[in-house]
């Protein structure tokens, strides 16, 4: 049973002391509470816009999805437990990706081309180290030549875990696929990308 | 060079551990027996020891590659302020 508005609520993690703050806070008034989640999601916000760029294809799209699931996540917050708030958060911006595309039915996720496209938007966090220019010379045509060559549903598990840094668990929850599902996608998915990469001479 | 059977079969059950191995990931941890075994066929698969290398490679070089493909810091900065004129609007 989901705890109420305001309740007083014992965890043993700094997340669920956050959200201690915000039913606390609840109680208070609602400008608090906001105020009390807007701190609690914002060291989230790059790994869901990270996931949702997957989701999506477009940077524009992903900013608009992320937005959305923060709304909705604040109205679901009396029925979340604290536990996992990643997860959580994973879930409902899964949730609501698929509402919005059930709704305006956009093109398909997942086109590596578009994907490609946007990257002088998404890709801009820093300035490229001399490290980074040489490896991407190096690295950048045979990557996308071998990420590119997946099945989608290949390809959205390696970009989440292994270029994004999600765990199974958070992968897991953003596709709505088993934690098992997601191992064995990872491992064929890696298994043809490292292949490619050993044809192509990178792997000697 | 010829494989012995014996080998063969610790090759393919150590191949399949491989991934979770290098991974530690918390949903799928090996038991520490499990983990041992990896470590002490590594020691002696060349092979192996290559496949590891390659993975390892391979994971470095998407994570680099992810690193420059990350959200920037005027998508972030604009998330957070559509955030809070929401909430602004949610506690009015």
């Given at each position: 049973?989901?705890?109420?508005?305001?309740?007083?609520?014992?965890?043993?993690?700094?997340?669920?002391?956050?959200?201690?703050?915000?039913?606390?806070?609840?109680?208070?008034?609602?400008?608090?509470?906001?105020?009390?989640?807007?701190?609690?999601?914002?060291?989230?916000?790059?790994?869901?816009?990270?996931?949702?760029?997957?989701?999506?294809?477009s940077a524009a799209d992903a900013e608009?999805?992320?937005?959305?699931?923060?709304?909705?996540?604040?109205?679901?917050?009396?029925?979340?437990?604290?536990?996992?708030?990643?997860?959580?958060?994973?879930?409902?911006?899964?949730?609501?990706?698929?509402?919005?595309?059930?709704?305006?039915?956009?093109?398909?996720?997942?086109?590596?081309?578009?994907?490609?496209?946007?990257?002088?938007?998404?890709?801009?966090?820093?300035?490229?180290?001399?490290?980074?220019?040489?490896?991407?010379?190096?690295?950048?045509?045979?990557?996308?030549?071998?990420?590119?060559?997946?099945?989608?549903?290949?390809?959205?598990?390696?970009?989440?875990?292994?270029?994004?840094?999600?765990?199974?668990?958070?992968?897991?929850?953003?596709?709505?696929?088993?934690?098992?599902?997601?191992?064995?996608?990872?491992?064929?998915?890696?298994?043809?990308?490292?292949?490619?990469?050993?044809?192509?001479?990178?792997?000697? | 060079?010829?494989?012995?059977?014996?080998?063969?079969?610790?090759?393919?059950?150590?191949?399949?551990?491989?991934?979770?191995?290098?991974?530690?990931?918390?949903?799928?941890?090996?038991?520490?027996?499990?983990?041992?075994?990896?470590?002490?066929?590594?020691?002696?698969?060349?092979?192996?020891?290559?496949?590891?290398?390659?993975?390892?490679?391979?994971?470095?070089?998407?994570?680099?590659?992810?690193?420059?493909?990350?959200?920037?810091?005027?998508?972030?900065?604009?998330?957070?302020?559509?955030?809070?004129?929401?909430?602004e609007n949610e506690g009015d």
């Open positions: 049973m989901p705890p109420q508005a305001g309740a007083v609520i014992i965890h043993p993690t700094a997340e669920g002391a956050i959200l201690d703050g915000m039913q606390a806070a609840g109680t208070a008034s609602g400008r608090d509470r906001g105020s009390a989640f807007s701190e609690f999601v914002q060291p989230e916000i790059p790994v869901l816009l990270r996931v949702a760029y997957t989701l999506t294809g608009d999805l992320v937005q959305e699931t923060l709304i909705r996540a604040y109205r679901a917050l009396d029925g979340f437990d604290g536990a996992h708030p990643r997860a959580w958060l994973l879930t409902i911006l899964r949730h609501t990706s698929h509402n919005l595309r059930r709704r305006t039915r956009p093109d398909l996720v997942g086109e590596w081309d578009t994907l490609t496209d946007f990257r002088p938007v998404f890709g801009a966090r820093r300035p490229p180290t001399p490290d980074d220019v040489v490896l991407s010379d190096v690295l950048e045509a045979d990557l996308d030549s071998a990420i590119a060559s997946l099945d989608e549903k290949f390809r959205a598990v390696l970009v989440l875990v292994d270029v994004h840094g999600l765990t199974y668990a958070e992968c897991s929850q953003s596709l709505g696929i088993p934690v098992g599902t997601v191992m064995s996608r990872l491992s064929r998915a890696r298994d043809r990308v490292r292949r490619r990469l050993r044809d192509s001479g990178r792997f000697s | 060079m010829s494989m012995s059977l014996r080998q063969v079969v610790a090759c393919h059950r150590n191949r399949r551990r491989l991934q979770r191995f290098l991974d530690r990931d918390p949903a799928a941890p090996l038991s520490s027996t499990e983990m041992v075994e990896v470590e002490h066929h590594l020691s002696q698969c060349e092979r192996c020891t290559g496949l590891a290398e390659e993975y390892r490679a391979l994971h470095w070089s998407l994570q680099t590659w992810g690193s420059v493909l990350g959200p920037d810091d005027e998508a972030v900065r604009r998330v957070r302020e559509a955030l809070d004129r929401a909430l």
